[in-house]
């Protein structure tokens, strides 16, 4: 899994339909989830232009932690509008 959508480095790189995947997936502690989001200009490039760090709450009974890490980062500003690819 991934999201697909476009994005502006904070060095000026712009990447249409950029892919973005979550990474370095751990929990904090029972309740807490981090991860890491690397940023690539597609699916078929193997290096990363841009890596965010991320926390959020983790649900202990929900869905797996990758998948919950995903489900958060689509309610961020940054991914509004983001697509499953």
Do not use: W
């Amino acid at each position: 899994m991934a999201l697909k959508k476009s994005i502006t480095s904070p060095q000026g790189f712009n990447a249409d339909n950029a892919y973005h995947r979550v990474d370095n997936v751990s929990l904090l502690n029972k309740n807490m989830l981090n991860f890491m989001v690397l940023s690539y200009a597609s699916a078929s490039i193997d290096i990363n232009f841009q890596v965010d760090a991320y926390t959020c709450d983790y649900d202990l009974l929900g869905a797996n932690p990758i998948k919950q890490a995903y489900e958060y980062l689509k309610t961020c500003p940054e991914f509004s509008g983001a697509t499953d690819c």
